[in-house]
Nanobody, 128 residues
Framework: QVQLVESGGGLVQAGGSLRLSCAAS????????MAWFRQASGKERAFVAV????????YYADSVKGRFTISRDNAKNTVYLQMNSLKPEDTAVYSC?????????????????????WGQGTQVTVAS
């Protein structure tokens, strides 16, 4: 089993930055792909970014590419999402997720169903 706990959310002005953290516990965490998803009020959950266990393969949603950076520190069992140049449309509950199924060359990384474990989420609000 893997437990994920997000932190770092809050209120920020448009153009500002915020860093989210996802602390994980579990024996096999270092072998899991880790992702961030977000869900805005009244909308479906959307993929944000994913990083493989080695940190060598990373994908971003087009909407955040160039602004967000995902990273992981396996020694600390933590995944990060650095968010820069935040926009009001980034407002959402951000959740981290772990997958034991995704392979290094998988093209299914944006599908919620591919992830086995989810955190409770942290609210990010970007004000104009």
């Amino acid at each position: 089993q893997v437990q994920l706990v997000e932190s770092g959310g809050g209120l920020v002005q448009a153009g500002g930055s915020l860093r989210l953290s996802c602390a994980a516990s579990g024996r096999t965490f270092t072998t899991y792909a880790m992702a961030w998803f977000r869900q805005a009020s009244g909308k479906e959950r959307a993929f944000v970014a994913v990083i493989d266990w080695s940190g060598g393969r990373i994908y971003y949603a087009d909407s955040v590419k160039g602004r967000f950076t995902i990273s992981r520190d396996n020694a600390k069992n933590t995944v990060y999402l650095q968010m820069n140049s935040l926009k009001p449309e980034d407002t959402a509950v951000y959740s981290c997720a772990a997958s034991s199924k995704l392979g290094y060359y998988s093209d299914s990384y944006s599908y919620s169903d591919e992830y086995d474990y989810w955190g409770q989420g942290t609210q990010v609000t970007v004000a104009s």
